[in-house]
């Protein structure tokens, strides 16, 4: 007798024999012919986790990173067709991984690197003109009260490693050999112009921004940087988000004092 | 067994793919597609790959569909499976098609999914009365939900069950004539099952309903062998069209006439011109069917 479900569950399962009730037109091994299935759904996962964590594979190797993917698919397999997500939280899965626990900053460069998956496929929303940021923020009534909304493709990547830099170098930017991993770095990822972008933000800047992102103010988002870094510079982190058109809505918490509408 | 007329009357005349040869639409192929506009029939996409809210995808789909037909072709909706559709997944095709508004949406006769996990491959099911009438319940559904008729395409298999009391044939056949939905001749897979299985491919091809065929797929397969030195094919999408499939895809065009003709290519993904000189070799052939004095010239 042969069922779905134990078709699925020997599939995930190499330990397991193959199930019963196939056969074959010339009396050949049908447990080899199942074997094709399990091979086309692990070599596809595996394919999956590969696309989406490329700087990771560099750091582990491939044939390591392959055998570290599978162990990870076969405990955690797709929840959804939309595979362009799949292994979302496979950092979570690197980071508990004992055989990479000497490489303690892989599961954060598995994030960044999530984090680029996500900002790719985020929704398209147009950025705010120019001039509107500027009228607000010379407002001083509004500035008081002002959120600003990020595009929902920002993401923003704290580490205590060098996240941006083990990245980057892995971008045919820098060389490897240069990297101290243990300097703690964070990133920002964000699509702009079609393209994901990732930089390294300094730490007030990356606080002003997850400020914002919690829907903090923006003095409130500016006086979170500032404790955080008192050379914080609130001009220099508004020139980054207007730069690459990352504002795209303004309120002053009235919904019926909304400038942009 | 009788079974009343389909409950799904397709809604309006639906538009169809034009009978020429189209290509898959990868993403490394986006920027050339837009800058030379091949004379290419017409676009393939995976429905899932555009499940994703918006970015790259969306912008340069929206832009080649305003110059290209498009076919939409599910590879998630596991119309072969024991549980009931997936609403969701339904409600997200829906959304998809009434963005595109494509000229074809198709899905496969296979099981993708048990419980909520998505085994992301093409599963097989035993041609049984219980299969049958699962199938075509979940047509019948799809069909309604998305209000238009859909095209199933046959499966590359690699075991057949014991219980099967139909063979694959009479299977689609029937599925077809209770729901409807037409034909996705995919003839790299009947190459390949009838491989696998020991069958004549031109006899399963004369078994089928040629008349509701409304598009054919042609791909590459990789090769192994069975535990008894027999050849087992493997259906990769990751390699040229083999000479086998050419010659199946002539024989069948002999008994279909000219029909919309996917080049597949998933893996391995070559540059541009490879794929479009592959598709420009299935053109040709349509070209002789339809207007034999140019082919010739």
């Keep these: 007798m042969n069922s779905q479900p134990t078709f699925a569950h020997a599939l995930l399962n190499p330990e397991l024999p193959c199930p019963s009730g196939f056969k074959t037109w010339n009396g050949s091994d049908p447990a080899q012919r199942f074997a094709v299935y399990r091979n086309n759904v692990m070599v596809s996962l595996i394919d999956a986790l590969a696309d989406s964590y ?208 | 067994m009788s079974h009343p007329i389909p409950t799904t009357p397709p809604a309006a005349p639906a538009p169809t793919l034009p009978a020429r040869a189209g290509v898959g639409l990868k993403p490394e192929h986006f920027q050339t597609i837009l800058q030379t506009r091949p004379d290419i029939g017409f676009f393939e996409i995976h429905a899932e790959n555009y499940m994703v809210p918006g970015g790259p995808f969306h912008h340069y789909l929206t832009r080649i569909r305003e110059h290209y037909a498009l076919s939409v072709h599910g590879v998630g909706l596991s119309i072969g499976a024991d549980a009931p559709l997936d609403m969701n997944h339904l409600n997200a095709l829906q959304r998809l098609l009434d963005k595109y508004q494509p000229q074809s949406f198709s899905e496969h006769l296979a099981w993708s999914t048990h419980n909520d996990v998505f085994l992301n491959d093409l599963l097989p099911a035993p041609y049984t009365p219980a299969t049958l009438q699962r199938v075509c319940e979940h047509i019948d559904q799809t069909q309604t939900h998305l209000k238009r008729r859909m095209l199933l395409e046959n499966p590359a298999t690699y075991v057949e069950f014991a219980e099967s009391t139909m063979d694959e044939a009479s299977f689609i056949s029937e599925v077809l004539r209770r729901t409807g939905c037409g034909l996705l001749l995919d003839v790299n897979n009947v190459h390949v099952s009838c491989t696998n299985h020991g ?96 082919a010739l010239a």
């Design chain 1, 54 to 261: 490329p700087v990771v594979q560099a750091l582990v190797g491939e044939e390591f990173f392959r055998a570290m993917a599978r162990v990870f698919a076969m405990a955690h397999p797709p929840r959804s067709p939309v595979m362009a997500y799949y292994g979302h939280d496979f950092a979570e899965f690197v980071q508990t991984f004992p055989p990479v626990a000497t490489v303690p900053y892989l599961a954060d460069v598995a994030r960044l690197e999530m984090a680029r998956v996500w900002s790719y496929h985020a929704a398209d929303v147009p950025p705010l003109a120019l001039e509107a940021v500027q009228a607000a923020l010379a407002d001083p009534a509004q500035l008081i009260r002002l959120q600003l909304t990020l595009h929902p493709s920002v993401h923003v990547i704290p580490s205590t490693f060098a996240v941006f830099a083990l990245w980057a170098a892995h971008q045919g930017e820098t060389d490897m050999a240069t990297v101290d991993p243990d300097q703690p770095q964070t990133a920002l990822v964000f699509r702009h112009a079609l393209e994901v972008n990732t930089l390294e933000l300094s730490s007030g800047v990356a606080q002003f921004v997850s400020a914002l992102q919690a829907e903090k103010t923006l003095p409130e988002a500016a006086s979170a940087a500032l404790e955080l870094a008192p050379e914080f510079d609130l001009t220099q982190a508004l020139t980054l988000l207007l730069r690459w058109q990352l504002i795209t809505h303004l309120t002053t918490g009235d919904p019926h004092d909304d400038p942009t509408h």
């Design chain 2, 199 to 294: 069958r004549d491919a031109q006899a399963y091809i004369r078994a089928l309903p040629l008349a509701q065929v409304a598009e054919i797929h042609l791909a590459g397969f990789a090769q192994a062998t069975d535990t008894n030195g027999d050849p087992l094919l493997i259906d990769s999408h990751g390699a040229p069209v083999a000479q086998a499939v050419w010659d199946l895809y002539a024989h069948t065009l002999a008994l279909t006439g000219p029909v919309a003709t996917l080049l597949e290519r998933d893996n391995d993904i070559p540059p541009w011109p490879v794929l479009l000189a592959e598709a420009q070799m299935a053109d040709r052939q349509l070209l002789a069917l339809t207007h034999p004095e140019e």
